[in-house]
């Protein structure tokens, strides 16, 4: 069985973790290991073997809605945490082993236009040296024994079809030596959208001389019909014994003959349970914070009495939560599109009961059924608002949502501006929803030809800027910041990424002095 483990499981009562993006910003390799294992603790507990993790991908066009799951544009880097994330995956002992799959190989974040899936015209020196050397790092380091391409096609030849890639390139220069997985619907999307055989049978063939061992997330290409092929003599039957082999070797080695079934009852509490991991997830989330700018307004002064929070991320906590968590999995259930390669479409809300961002096509989350999930899931999880001012009682903290998380809308800015009229420090979050389907500015499928601020925030900054008050931007987002209207008028500028379950504790502890936020660029 397989699951994602990007920013944990997708398990009630799991840990949530930062974005990829924000824990490279930590520079931290040892954490990184330390959050693999917990990850592949709770998700062993539960009978999961295959961790759909690290994510290797080498990201440098922020266009692309899927920039927050990597660890960022350079190689060493992710080099260093995917090998650290893959040992604290494949270092347990007992019971059954889990490996990780890591992704997306090869040049997956180099497409063009920054389109998720694109063609991605890559040179073989660029291919091999930064987009492959994550990959050879936790081959060579870490015995990586899983491994996903991309949905690419790479110089005019579809990734998951590919005998260059998978076999001539990952096994025999780099060395690999594990199972070779498909995205979800990649091998169906090699005759379907890349118009690769005859047939799916066909294109399904092609994978699996390419080096492909396993299609995810059901069978297109290795369904009945290519099983016909090899019974009746038109296929090499040496091609699937290969697949076969590497298959049986991985279940003999993760233990699962030996230990067949998941655990039970308080011996999975046990083992799933552990409130040491929250304080991990914690540390993850202050690390991961970027103070780009501080003219001495920050830490909060005691001097401060009145301050104006604003912004449509400060009182919605599941805006902490970025693309490949469960909180953004599970509202992907409400989505009226979707926008996650391989999976069905959903529309499980009638369309005229969408509410959508004003200006926009990208459909609210701010409604019940998203909040219950939140409730559900993370009950003790505060928004930022709720953090402020518990850690802040003596001090009077007024909110207004002021501006929304796209378009230009200004419904809300009178309101706002008064607040900041009376307040001694205005406290904005700034940025979009990073997460899954209709609900996101970014996330997978949904990538962006203007990586700026919304203009809505950018006009609001700017008219708060008239009334000369100190402002601090808290940015929360997949991709860094990029404004020039918030560097030319805030005060401090704090980036906070998308940072999860512990976001709102790690961000106040910053803005109060308690914790010094050093995370880079």
Not at 73 to 79: H, K, Q, R, V, Y
Not at 103 to 129: M, W
Not at 231 to 244: F, N, P, S, Y
Not at 330 to 344: C, D, F, H, L, Q
Request: glycine share 10%; hydrophobic share 35%; net charge negative.
């Amino acid at each position: 069985f397989h699951m994602e483990g990007l920013c944990g499981p997708f398990i009630q009562d799991s840990i949530s973790f930062p974005a990829g993006i924000g824990r490279g910003a930590g520079f931290h390799p040892e954490l990184e290991e330390k959050i693999a294992e917990i990850v592949s603790r709770q998700e062993a507990a539960c009978g999961i073997t295959h961790i759909l993790a690290p994510v290797l991908d080498i990201s440098r066009d922020s266009r692309m809605g899927r920039q927050g799951e990597t660890y960022g544009e350079d190689p060493t880097l992710a080099s260093a945490l995917g090998a650290a994330y893959t040992r604290g995956t494949q270092k347990n002992e007992a019971g059954r082993k889990t490996e990780s799959v890591a992704k997306h190989f090869l040049a997956f974040h180099n497409s063009n236009g920054g389109i998720h899936g694109a063609v991605s015209d890559t040179p073989p020196r660029l291919l091999e040296e930064i987009y492959g050397k994550p990959f050879q790092a936790c081959i060579r380091e870490s015995n990586l024994l899983g491994i996903m391409p991309c949905y690419c096609t790479i110089n005019g030849e579809p990734a998951s079809a590919s005998h260059k890639i998978l076999t001539e390139l990952l096994r025999k220069e780099m060395g690999f030596t594990g199972l070779c997985f498909s995205d979800y619907g990649a091998v169906g999307n090699t005759h379907g959208s890349q118009h690769v055989g005859e047939t799916p049978q066909e294109a399904g063939l092609m994978c699996l001389k390419a080096g492909m061992d396993i299609e995810l997330p059901k069978p297109e290409g290795f369904g009945e019909k290519l099983q016909e092929l090899f019974r009746e003599g038109k296929a090499d039957i040496h091609v699937l014994d290969q697949a076969v082999l590497r298959v049986l070797t991985a279940k003999f080695r993760m233990g699962l003959f030996e230990n067949p079934y998941s655990l039970q009852g308080e011996e999975l509490k046990r083992v799933f349970m552990n409130p040491a991991d929250r304080e991990v997830s914690l540390q993850s989330a202050k690390e991961s914070l970027v103070l780009l700018k501080n003219n001495g307004v920050l830490p909060i002064k005691d001097s401060i009495k009145k301050i104006a929070v604003i912004g449509p991320h400060a009182d919605y906590a599941r805006k902490f939560f970025g693309g490949y968590t469960h909180m953004c999995m599970m509202e992907s259930t409400y989505a009226i599109a979707n926008s996650i390669a391989g999976v069905s479409g959903m529309r499980n809300i009638d369309p005229k009961d969408i509410v959508t961002v004003p200006g926009t096509n990208i459909q609210s989350d701010e409604t019940e059924e998203f909040d219950a999930i939140l409730r559900r899931q993370k009950p003790q999880c505060r928004s930022l608002l709720e953090e402020l001012r518990a850690k802040l009682p003596g001090k009077e903290i007024h909110y207004s949502y002021g501006y929304y998380i796209a378009g230009e809308d200004q419904t809300y800015f009178d309101e706002a501006i008064k607040l900041v009229e009376e307040a001694d420090l205005v406290i904005l979050t700034l940025g979009g929803k990073h997460g899954t389907c209709s609900m996101a500015s970014m996330g997978e499928g949904v990538d962006g030809s203007n990586i700026n601020l919304p203009k809505g925030q950018d006009l609001f900054i700017q008219k708060a800027a008239e009334l000369g008050k100190p402002m601090v931007g808290v940015h929360i987002d997949g991709r860094p910041i990029s404004s020039d209207v918030a560097d030319q008028y805030l005060d401090a500028i704090l980036e906070a990424w998308s940072p999860s379950e512990t976001g709102a504790e790690a961000i106040v502890s910053a803005l109060i002095g308690e914790y010094n936020p050093g995370g880079k660029m």
